[in-house]
């Protein structure tokens, strides 16, 4: 084999690695995931004003 074949062989593994990757990130499986991921940044934001309502609540009946 020369270099040719092997840098052929090396791009059509690629983009045949490249294309397992986009449909797995697009199948409707994976959709699932990737919605709760997006929305882990919002869920953050309700936990830690929970948490500051508790230490309100836990600070006022403690006076």
Do not use: C, H, P
Request: aromatic letters at 12%.
């Amino acid at each position: 084999m020369d270099a040719v074949t092997i840098n052929v062989i090396w791009t059509v593994a690629i983009f045949v690695i490249f294309v397992a990757i986009v449909i797995w990130a697009y199948s409707k499986r994976s959709q699932k995931g990737f919605d709760e991921a997006a929305n882990l940044v919002f869920d953050d934001d309700k936990s830690a004003q929970d948490k500051a309502q508790q230490n309100k609540r836990e600070s006022s009946s403690n006076e």
